[in-house]
Every structure is written in C-alpha cells, then in structure tokens.
C-alpha cells in the first residue's frame, strides 16, 4: 500500500522502577487509516499513549511526525495537542456543567473586544456538528447528552484542533451497540478525511468492524503489525496471549460438565424485593454452586439489583431470606456478616482505594467484617495478601505497592482477591471484565466456574452475552428494571437471550 | 538499566518524613547561628531553662491540635477551623467550675477532675457538633466548622459570663506549670501523651486504616462495609477533645480562661503543621509523626522570630515568608524539578565519561 506515513515511533523502551514496560516497541500509523493497539492488561498499550503523549517522557527511541524534520519530543499532552497528536479517554474529560459548544471552544473562544463572542461560538459549533453529523444542538447542557454524544464531542473538539492523529482509548467500553455504530461511522468519516487513527479497544468484533492494522504488544514487547484481513481472530487472540491453545474453547467444554447439585434451601431468596425509583419488586433465588447471570441493556436495571440485595442501596419492599432465615440487610457490613461480596460495576469508583497498598487493599474487607477493634496482625495480612497475589497471579512490585499503579485488570483481581479472602457463600460479580484483556477475561470465567464448584453462589454480571453464556447455568433478563425472564437449559443461546432482551411482541406490559 | 540497590541515602530521602524533618532541622540550625546559645540548657530554680525547653513547652498546644487536625484532614479532606474557639470553649468550662462562678477565687470550688472531664465532655460536644454536620449532613467541613469557629468564643463568654475567671490555685497552674520539683514542663508530658495515646489507637486497632481508607474512596469503603460516616464523625470527636485538652493546658499556664485570646489564630498553625508535616490537606494517607514535627518547626519558627527581636505586630510577615520557602520546597512541581535536574546531571556526567 501506498499511503503516506503520518507518525512513527521508532525503539520506544520505557521502564518504571522495577518493570520495563516498554522494550524497543515500533508503532507506524499511516494517513487515514484506523489502526488497532491490541494487548493484554499491562502489555504497555497505555503507557505507549501515555509517551506518545506526552505523560512519560521515553527512555530511548524516537518519535517522529510527518512534516517535522526532527524527532518530536511531547513533553505535556498539550504540546502534543499541538503537534497535532489529540486523545480522547474512556472517561470524558470535559465539562458536563457548560454547554455543547463551550466545552467545544473552551480556552480558544472566539473573541470580540475582548469578550467571548457567543454568536461566532454557536455558529462554528454548530457547523462542526453539522459536518461531523452529530446530532446534538451546541446549546445543550454536556451533562445532559449520551456517554456517547459527550465522547463524539471530545472528538469533535479534538479534529477541530487540527489533529492529525487521533488516539481513542477504550472510548467504546460504556457505550451499548448503538452508541458504538454511531461511533464508528464518525470515525470512518474522520478516516475519509485523512485523520489517523489509534485505536485501543478490548472488543475484537470492534477491531474487525473498523480497523485496517493492528499492533500487538505483549509484556512490553513488539509482536507485530498486520494487516487485519490477513490475521484471523484466533490468530490475534494467540498474538496476543502468546500461546496457541484456545483457552476460550476449554472453558466451554469445562462448562458442559459442570452441574451443580439441587439444594433445598437456597442461599440468597429474595420475594417481592425493590427500591423505588431503580429496580422494580422482584423474584429470585440462588442455589449453592450456582452461577446466576443477570443480563439488559444497559440501565436496565441489572446493577441495581444486586445493589439492593448487597444492602449498597437499602431496599423498601419485599424481604430477603439467608440460607432460609429471614435477614435484615440495610448496609452493605450486614450482608457481608451474611457472607455476601460484592465486586461492584466501577472500579475506580467503588472498588480500589487507590492510593492504600496491595495488601491493604486486600485485606480491607475482612478487617471491616472482624471489626474495629480486632485488627488483624501484620503477619496474618502479609500472608493473605501473598496468598492472593499468587493465587490470582496478580502482577504488581509488591504488596506493599500502591494499587493505583496496577493496570486495570490487575485492580480487578485484587478486589477479587478481597472478597475471596471473606469466604463468602454468595459472590456478586457486577462486570468483572470490563476493560480487561482476554487473558485476564478467561481467568476470571474459569475462576468463577471453580469457585461454584466448590459450592459458592454467584451472581455474575457482563455486557457480553457471549461470556456469560460461557459461564452462567441460569440467566435473568432485565428490561426498564423489571424482570422479564428466566432462561436455563436449552434456552441458554445468543437467539434466545437477545430476544428476551429486546422483548417486543406478546407480553411487553 | 541495572537494578541497583537503594542506598541508605535514598532510602532516607524517599521517606516522606524527610522534608518535614530537614525544614525543622534548617528553622534550627538558623537558629543556632543566630543565637548560638539555642541549644543550652540550664537550671534555674530548680527547672529546665533555654530557648530549646521554652519551643518544646510552648509547642505542646500546638502538637495537641495537629494531632486532631491530622485525623479529621484525613478522613474527611477538610480541616475544622473551630479548635481554636473550642479551646476557649473548653477553658471556660474548666474554669468555670473551679471557681464555682466566681471571677476569681483562691481555692478550688469543685473537684479537679470533675472540671477536666466536663471541659473535655464539652469540647467532645463541640466536636460531635461538627461531625454531625460534616458526617452526617455532608456539609463542606470549612462551613460546617465556621460556624463554632465565630460562636464558639461567643459560648465562652457566656460561660464565663463576661469575665476572665481566674483560678489562682497552685494545683491548676501544675497542668500548664510543673509537677512538683520535675525540671520538665508538664506540657510536654501531656502533649506527647496524648499523640503517643492516638498514635497507639490508630496503630493497634483498625482505626488508622479505616481513616485513610474512608479519606480516599468514601464510597468503596461504604461497600466493603466500613461505616464511612461513624469514621468521619468519631474523627471530628476525636479532634474536639483534643482541642479541649490543648484549652486546659492554654488556659492554666495563665490560670485563666481569658475567651478572646486562647487559642486564638491557633486553628490556622494547627492546619498549617498539618501541612508542613507533609500530609496531603485533600484526605487519605497520613502521618501523625509529620504533622508533630510539623508543629514544632512552627513554634520553633515562632520563637525564633521572637529572639531575633521582632515585634509580635510583624511576627506574622516573617513567619508567613518562612512558610512560602517550606511549603514550596515541599510542593510537587519544585520537587519534580530537582528531579529532573537530577537527572540532566547525570546524563551529562555519562555522556562525558563516554566520550
């Protein structure tokens, strides 16, 4: 192919004390082409954009610009932005308080007499909508647009700046399918215009649906760069993991096998459960060894049900039965003293404490359940946490590293690793691989099936129905939080749960 | 690169208690030069006498409240600006009781320590006041301590009626004083007690953990089961009663409960120390230890200013240029500056001995 080179970054090493994250990485991005960084969590996808950049400053290597005659060094992300390199990150940096168009111009407004001239301002936003074909007036309020709306807005913003390469990470991690369409057609737009594009994204469907390359990275080392027609799923999934077992195959044979036995009792029985305003009155009983999927759109009401029977929001009808035994859960300490955990939807909001240590961040739930006063000694501690480090093959320094600087995934196991370290009988899993590598992915969904083995109830959450095929035996679909179905057995297939899904037809009261 | 391992000197750098303790040791060291006799002591009257002993004994309020200030910064990421008052507050109940309503009096007209347990009972109050408003009521804690930081020296005086009650005893002025013929100021006895005492608490149960772990994510340690907003209140309690024991002692070194002035402007020190003590004033993590030194290197600061004979009028200019030459040696960007400055060097260096 003949298309004009337009960044490339040539020996890119980087290292952080005691990890080389980065070692002689090559990346090239061509004019108009949408090209893929795909790795497991800590291959150094991030930190690559992080020293493209600006963020880190790079070791050794070069970066170079087209039309620049020497290696350009970014020493901040603005003067990235300025050398044409804009980036718009899964969580929207952007003013959710100002308008479409303020938070399009802000610092560079139009100027009149030294005033913001709100007229130009308008104007220009709406042309710049209009020419990217995003459906939004400039004078709406952020907050009140879509997550993806907010993200096509800071893309908006950044090609507006006159970027010619335009970094996108994890932009598509919140958004449902539709959302991710109207995504892609706006990049497919921007690659018509000649904008390059770095694409980082967890979905390989994403990457096939819209991408021309793709880089590998594994373990902070160049694998390769192909062409997406000439790499086959299975061949970047194995790229990727660098071994060429299909380890997603395996855990479905493991799954056909796996049967839990009929308890009379179930753990958790909730009758007529609900709280107003996020999930309607409903049904539900888990039996021990069991893994219960909860599967909608979403919004649908799946996260607020696990939250209320968590004791995270407290419930205002119905009633909830433990092991049988009626239970009164109005705060989260309650249902854990009932042998409940809860690895919640938002990591970096509700699960690590950033900036408390491996161990700390381990050990804090069982400190909480024994109480205040009987602090667990600095042994005991130091054993559990190098008990789920290697148990999970969590990949951090040490236990006493701050766990702000593990990669995402790695933070998904320590949390995991906390409520392990509880012995709960009902685990809820509220998307426990979102935006984590496939890697990690299967070592969740093989944990899972092993800990129902050993007779834990799961409740287990994913935007992905395929996963949750792999590892659910039950599965409840929500709509407008309402339940609206159970499925099991035969039932439990792609069609069957889409429909349900989607409803439509016969009883959609 | 090769792994190489951190020197003792490294290591001693990298610890976060480094800069505080090298800005106490440089406050110090101007001083010694200054004043080459800061670091005598001597006896006089049978009690320790210097300039070091008089920073120390006066530091002692000072670190009392750090201490709290420390915990309440951590766990709620705000400070409460009432201790000073609440001092006041505290030193007027004490007071108060003693003197049985009187102005003045001679002799004690209740029990010793039913006044100490009231004035701590009412500062705890005080406390439990603004933790309710914080904790509770989620108030920003600025404006939900301002309120008893303008009422509290109002409550003071109500207490004492007006007055300055003087409580002219022996016994009461030993808390402020000293113990029987002890050449140590029973100040400092008290004020290394009480953050020994809270740094024992923190350390051998799980309330350290929980405040820092409420500081930084409320809402993951709700989920985890931690009652974020006992924590934060128990803080603000906590903080309260020390600032009633700082006012006890405020108040029997001038065997008075003087409402307008104890404590005055000392909640501002008190944040301050925090700070200097190199605990990040947004939450989270903390050391008690920091903020102690941090104190001190005020008061010494303070002292020092009061030896080179400036005038307390312009005492607040200087110690404010001294604060400005702390905080920005601490502050990140200066940090990240040495650094890279580091860094160039050695470049260079290896560059030369390449070439």
């Known amino acids: ?509 | 690169m090769a792994e190489t391992k951190p020197s003792v000197w490294k290591k001693i750098t990298s610890n976060r208690l480094f800069l505080p303790v090298v800005c106490l040791l440089v406050v110090l060291l101007i001083n010694v030069i200054r004043t080459p006799a800061f670091f005598q002591i001597s006896i006089r009257n049978g009690v320790l006498y210097g300039y070091i002993v008089d920073v120390v004994n006066r530091a002692s309020e000072l670190v009392i409240l750090a201490v709290g200030m420390t915990l309440v910064t951590a766990a709620s990421g705000g400070q409460d600006i009432s201790v000073g008052a609440v001092m006041a507050v505290a030193a007027a109940v004490c007071c108060q009781i003693l003197s049985g309503g009187k102005v003045t009096t001679n002799a004690f007209q209740n029990p010793l320590l039913l006044a100490i347990v009231a004035a701590l009972a009412a500062s705890a109050l005080c406390g439990a006041f603004n933790g309710f408003l914080v904790a509770r009521l989620k108030i920003q804690p600025m404006v939900a301590t301002l309120i008893l930081f303008t009422a509290g020296r109002g409550i003071a005086q109500l207490v004492t009626q007006g007055q300055i009650t003087y409580v002219r005893v022996g016994t009461y002025q030993v808390i402020g004083g000293y113990i029987a013929s002890c050449p140590i100021p029973t100040p400092i006895f008290i004020a290394i007690g009480t953050a020994l005492l809270v740094y024992l608490v923190l350390n051998k149960t799980a309330l350290g953990l929980s405040i820092e772990s409420v500081g930084i994510n409320g809402s993951a340690s709700r989920l985890v089961g931690l009652n974020s907003t006992m924590i934060q209140f128990l803080t603000y309690v906590l903080c309260g009663l020390l600032a009633g024991v700082a006012g006890i002692v405020a108040s029997s070194r001038i065997y008075s409960a003087d409402a307008n002035n104890i404590g005055l402007n000392l909640e501002m020190d008190a944040i301050l120390a925090v700070a200097l003590g190199g605990n990040f004033l947004g939450g989270g993590k903390f050391s008690l230890m920091g903020s102690v030194i941090g104190a001190f290197t005020i008061q010494a600061l303070t002292t020092t200013l009061y030896a080179m004979n400036v005038s307390g009028d312009q005492l607040p200019v200087y110690k404010a240029i001294a604060v400005v030459i702390i905080v920005t040696l601490q502050s990140p960007v200066f940090q990240e500056f040495l650094k890279a400055r580091k860094v160039r060097r050695r470049r260079t260096a290896e560059g030369g001995s390449c070439g």
């Open chain 1, 1 to 509: 192919m003949n298309q004009k080179i337009l960044l490339t970054m040539k020996d890119i090493s980087k290292s952080f004390p005691g990890v080389l994250a980065l070692q002689h990485v090559q990346f090239t991005l061509r004019k108009g082409e949408i090209h893929a960084l795909m790795g497991e969590n800590g291959a150094g996808k991030s930190t690559l954009i992080k020293v493209l950049t600006g963020v880190y400053q790079l070791e050794s290597g070069e970066i170079r610009m087209d039309g620049a005659a020497r290696p350009i060094v970014n020493h901040s992300p603005q003067e990235a932005q300025a050398n044409g390199i804009s980036t718009v990150y899964q969580e929207v940096n952007l003013c959710p308080n100002l308008t479409v168009a303020e938070n399009l111009f802000l610092g560079r407004e139009p100027r009149r007499f030294g005033m913001i001239d709100w007229k130009t301002m308008n104007r220009k936003s709406e042309a710049l909508l209009k020419s990217l074909e995003i459906p939004v007036a400039p004078a709406a309020m952020l907050e009140e647009c879509s997550l993806a709306i907010q993200q096509m807005i800071a893309i908006a913003r950044a090609v507006d700046m006159r970027c010619k390469v335009l970094i996108l990470d994890e932009p598509t991690s919140s958004l449902d399918d539709d959302e991710v369409e109207k995504l892609f057609a706006l990049m497919r737009k921007l690659k018509a215009e000649g904008v390059g594009i770095l694409f980082v994204t967890h979905f390989l469907e994403q990457v096939y649906a819209v991408c021309d390359r793709i880089t590998v990275l594994r373990n902070g080392g160049f694998v390769g760069e192909y062409e997406t027609k000439d790499l086959p799923r299975v061949m970047l999934v194995a790229k990727m993991l660098g071994k060429d077992l299909d380890d997603l195959a395996e855990i479905k044979s493991a799954h056909s096998e796996h049967r839990f036995e009929e308890e009379k009792v179930p753990v958790i029985s909730a009758r007529q459960l609900g709280h107003r305003g996020t999930i309607k009155p409903f049904d539900l009983d888990i039996r021990k060894g069991e893994v219960v999927g909860l599967t909608g759109l979403l919004g649908s009401g799946r996260s607020e049900m696990v939250r209320v029977l968590y004791g995270a929001d407290r419930p205002d009808c119905g009633k909830l039965m433990v092991r049988g035994r009626k239970a009164k859960i109005s705060k989260p300490l309650d249902a854990m003293k009932l042998g409940m955990g809860y690895l919640p939807e938002n990591r970096q909001r509700d699960g690590i404490i950033a900036e408390l240590s491996v161990r700390e961040n381990i050990i804090i739930a069982l400190q909480a359940k024994r109480g205040m006063c009987r602090l667990m000694s600095r042994r005991e501690m130091d054993e559990a946490a190098d008990r789920y480090i290697d148990l999970l093959q969590i990949k951090t320094a040490g236990r006493e590293t701050p766990v702000k600087s593990l990669s995402g995934g790695n933070q998904q196991k320590v949390i995991i690793g906390r409520w392990l370290l509880t012995h709960p009988d009902y685990l809820i899993l509220d998307e426990p691989t979102r935006g984590i590598d496939i890697g990690t992915k299967t070592a969740i969904q093989k944990l899972v099936l092993s800990l129902a083995d050993q007779g834990m109830a799961v409740t287990f959450i994913s935007a992905e129905v395929e996963e949750m095929l792999r590892t659910c035996s039950r599965m409840l679909v929500l709509r407008d939080g309402r339940k609206v179905g159970e499925l099991s057995g035969d039932e439990l297939n792609q069609e069957t749960v889409m429909q349900t899904i989607a409803g439509g037809g016969e009883d959609d009261g």
